[in-house]
């Protein structure tokens, strides 16, 4: 099992950026694929980016795409979303997840879950 640890969240204004940190611990990173999800009060939780195990795929959900960015480095098992031209809709508490294998888009594929880092865009 993985532990993950989020950061980053805080209340910025809309147009700003914001890097959010997911540090990963208890077992080794390699071949592990990891994830950003986010879930706004009284919504779904929601894909946002993932990013494979060397770094070479990424996915992005349409709503954040050319936006947010997502990057992970395995020598530190931390793994990053650069949040650019931030909006109010963005406004929501973000989880890092990960899982063993290919990426997805799926939450109900990850098993490993942080607690979650809130992030709140004002207009």
């Known amino acids: 099992q993985v532990q993950l640890v989020e950061s980053g969240g805080r209340l910025v204004q809309a147009g700003d950026s914001l890097r959010l940190s997911c540090a990963a611990s208890?077992?080794?990173?390699?071949?592990?694929?990891m994830g950003w999800f986010r879930q706004a009060p009284g919504k779904e939780r929601e894909f946002v980016a993932v990013?494979?195990?060397?770094?070479?795929?990424?996915y992005y959900a349409d709503s954040v795409k050319g936006r947010f960015t997502i990057s992970r480095n395995n020598a530190r098992n931390t793994v990053y979303l650069q949040m650019n031209s931030l909006k109010p809709e963005d406004t929501a508490v973000y989880y890092c997840?990960?899982?063993?294998?290919?990426?997805?888009?799926?939450?109900?594929?990850?098993?490993?879950w942080g607690q979650g880092t809130q992030v709140t865009v004002s207009s």
């Open positions: 997840a990960a899982k063993f294998g290919v990426p997805s888009q799926a939450h109900q594929n990850f098993g490993s």
């Open positions: 990013i494979s195990w060397a770094g070479s795929s990424t």
């Open positions: 208890g077992r080794t990173f390699t071949n592990w694929a």
